[in-house]
């Protein structure tokens, strides 16, 4: 009886001493053939983004891009020096955390020899660094094409605000995708200010609009739905509603994706610059339309910019101001045959599939033509070298410290003075 009763004590500590991850009934002869429940795989954003077929040319482009990017950083934080033309490879080195390297400052800019000089100061003995003349020749450029596009830019801004819920937009949010819009350094001054019967600001960081222009209420895929229409003699029925939609090569198509998308493809939906109260419902595919919306908005965002891209977290600030209470990254991965998004670089960065064709814009504009040339000029690396001069001015001491004044410097007046009268020194 005793025995009896130990057994189950026993038992009981056994079953104490096992894991709290551990099955409650351990695996044995008896249960060997029970099933367990399968559960279907979660799709969210994420498990999207990892199996999305690849576009290597648009990846390829994003890889540059982040390059050149680095560069034009460096470029800012060497202008903003009053020193002189020309900044030490010792401070330099500690701006590898300001614009993103991953490798040390003196690498890359030895690696780039067409946009950075390094040379050794023949006063100091210290190696330095410099802009070279093509690359600065090319950032002028750039500064004065933006300003000769600036009533371009107006409209620009006009289109982006009266797409808002209420014709406001943060000031902030502009500032984040600035020189994907093509607005110059100071556009709060030289756009935001200076017109002021189109803009107002409000509590300093909010831009409204004064008056809508129903004339620049055209949406870019409205354009393309009139071209269709014409062109290949589609039906109103297939086209109104219709986006371009073009999938990256090796795209497999599921068994009844046709279908899908050409029913999403008939869908209506409120457009951008129409001024209707959007309501997000859950019956008569409220939601599918409230969505469908929202990649409308994200198409004309991404066709007013100069490039077609933009990087996914600055999209994130217009959600408030555009009415957009999706999540942008899902939505996007969606609709892989209009959007896609590379995760080349330190950020992901969305593209507009319809602009790009083997990784060049389709319908180039200036400002485009003058960043792909930074982009070639970067590219060319340590090639074709020998075009490059040693030294690009006459006198190298002169142009190093041009400006500022060194220990010394007030006898030479005198000696050429000197000089001047025949005096023998």
Known sequence: MRMLQLRPLAFDLARARLPSSAPATPFGPFNSCVQKRWRKPLVTAQTRLEDRTRDHKLDKLATHLATLKTALGLLALMSARRRGPYVSL??????????????????????????????????????????????????????????????????????????????????????????????????????????????????LEIVELVERDEDLGVTEIEKWREKEYREKWLSEFETRFAFPINFPTGFKIKGGFRQKMKNWQRLPYVKPYERKEIVKVRTCGGVERFEKRAVAIIHELLSLTMEKMVEVERLAHFRKDFGMEVNVRELLLK????????????????????????????????????????????????????????IEEDNLVHTVDEGHKREGDWVVPILESLEGHGVER
């Open 90 to 203: 010792q401070l330099m080195s500690r701006w590898r955390g300001l614009v993103g390297l991953n490798v040390a400052v003196g690498a890359f800019v030895r690696k780039h020899s067409h946009v950075f000089e390094v040379f050794t100061h023949p006063l100091r003995r210290k190696l330095c660094c410099r802009i070279r003349r093509g690359m600065r020749e090319l950032v002028k450029e750039e500064e004065g094409v933006v300003r000769r596009m600036e009533l371009e830019s107006l409209k620009r801004v006009k289109k982006l605000l009266m797409m808002s819920v209420n014709g406001r937009v943060h000031v902030h949010a502009l500032r984040l995708i600035r020189r994907e819009l093509g607005l110059p350094e100071d556009f709060r001054e030289s756009i935001l200010a200076k017109y002021s019967r189109d803009f107002r600001l409000v509590d």
């Open 335 to 390: 609709h892989p045959g209009i959007f896609y998004i590379s995760t080349k670089g330190s950020s992901q960065t969305v593209f507009l599939r319809e602009a790009y064709s083997k990784g060049c814009l389709l319908e180039p504009n200036p400002i485009y033509a003058v960043r792909r040339k930074m982009l070639e000029l970067l590219l060319l690396r340590r090639r074709n070298t020998k075009v490059l001069s040693v």
